[in-house]
């Protein structure tokens, strides 16, 4: 699967912004789907992610009540909500697909997208 990853961009402190990641093939319901981040300096991080149905759901707790991960298989993409953002949220966010399950580590997961930029200003 090949991943696109778009609506990042620079948002005050307090505001929202939806990611979207958009997936080639005709399979995208078949794999579970996450969203990472980096950090200048930084590892990259889990985020959140969703399983095939969109059933089940995961997330860091340094984004719990904040972040709302979705998908539309329909339209072979996922989303990710943000709400509340902070400057430490800045990164470049990254969409991931697995066929591995919930899982958060970056090593389980075989296709990744291109990233976009976050920057949350104070």
């Known amino acids: 699967v090949q991943l696109q990853a778009s609506g990042g961009g620079l948002v005050q402190a307090g505001g929202s912004l939806r990611l979207s990641c958009a997936a080639s093939?005709?399979?995208?319901?078949?794999?579970?789907m996450g969203w990472f981040r980096q950090a200048p300096g930084k590892e990259r991080e889990f985020v959140a992610t969703?399983?095939?149905?969109?059933?089940?759901?995961y997330y860091a707790d340094s984004v719990k009540g904040r972040f709302t991960i979705s998908r539309d298989n329909a339209k072979n993409t996922v989303y990710l909500q943000m709400s509340s953002l902070k400057p430490e949220d800045t990164a470049v966010y990254y969409c991931?697909?697995?066929?591995?399950?919930?899982?958060?580590?970056?090593?389980?997961?075989?296709?990744w997208g291109q990233g976009t930029q976050v920057t949350v200003s104070s």
């Open positions: 969703i399983s095939g149905s969109g059933g089940s759901t």
């Open positions: 093939g005709r399979t995208f319901s078949s794999y579970f």
């Open positions: 991931a697909g697995t066929r591995s399950g919930i899982v958060v580590r970056k090593e389980s997961y075989a296709y």
